[in-house]
């Protein structure tokens, strides 16, 4: 029997690979993806995956084809390569409801915002920052595919001891900052968090990484009945990867 080629894209990364070590391969800032075959919907279709909330990152370990660990990737470029994986599956119109109307709109038009070098230290991931309310001198890092699932197993855990608690925000904070005025012991920056971080700081902070982490722009306009709504948030609806649902 004929070998099959699967027909591969070259998807480029927001970060442009700045944020990781030169030894690892996600360092080139592009990943080789395949096109969805009846095994990605297979995965897709898995209830057990769907359960357990881990059908995404199976879907995005098949298609992904690069010598890479999809682990060590950041937020930002895992969805790119998830936009793309939609794009390279069912194609580019993506269609859903927004505010009661019918909208569709192409997702190879959405903006990636690429990496902004300037605050970068030693070209590894990590920032420089000053909280502006303290004057405190931070660094922080942008988050992996790693890192949020380690915060999410911690805020679990921390749900389990105390089931009216809710440490989502501060322990984010905790994985995000890399040191505090120099300081970089994971108990140090604990307890600042903890103790010494103004709300309005913590604020600043998010609004910061927000404004400049890459990404994809999940945004399109809105034309509606009282005009035009720019920057609207793209739902993510079971339509973006089941659009037969």
């Not at 995965?43 to 992904?64: A, F, M, P, R, W």
């Not at 089931?163 to 900052?177: A, E, F, G």
């Not at 920056?189 to 722009?217: G, K, T």
């Amino acid at each position: 029997m004929s070998e099959f080629k699967f027909p591969t894209e070259t998807i480029e990364l927001p970060s442009r690979g700045l944020v990781y070590p030169k030894d690892n391969p996600l360092s080139e800032g592009k990943v080789e993806m395949k096109y969805m075959t009846a095994k990605e919907e297979d995965i897709l279709t898995n209830q057990n995956y769907i359960k357990q909330g881990i059908v995404i990152d199976k879907l995005l370990k098949s298609l992904v084809i690069s010598k890479v660990n999809y682990d060590d990737m950041i937020v930002g470029d895992r969805n790119a390569i998830l936009v793309a994986a939609r794009i390279l599956g069912y194609g580019k119109d993506y269609d859903f409801i927004y505010k009661g109307d019918n909208v569709s709109i192409d997702l190879t038009e959405l903006e990636t915002k690429f990496l902004k070098e300037g605050d970068m230290i030693e070209g590894k991931n990590e920032f420089a920052y000053t909280l502006p309310h303290t004057n405190t001198a931070i660094t922080y890092k942008i988050l992996t595919n790693r890192d949020e699932k380690n915060i999410e197993s911690e805020v679990k855990g921390l749900k389990k001891l105390d089931k009216q608690s809710s440490p989502d925000m501060s322990t984010r904070l905790k994985y995000i900052i890399q040191s505090v005025n120099g300081e970089t012991e994971n108990k140090t920056i604990r307890d600042f968090v903890d103790n010494y971080m103004l709300a309005r700081d913590s604020r600043s902070l998010r609004e910061h990484i927000r404004e400049n982490q890459p990404d994809i722009q999940m945004k399109f306009d809105y034309m509606g009945e009282n005009g035009v709504e720019e920057g609207a948030v793209v739902p993510m609806t079971a339509g973006f990867l089941w659009p037969d649902s």
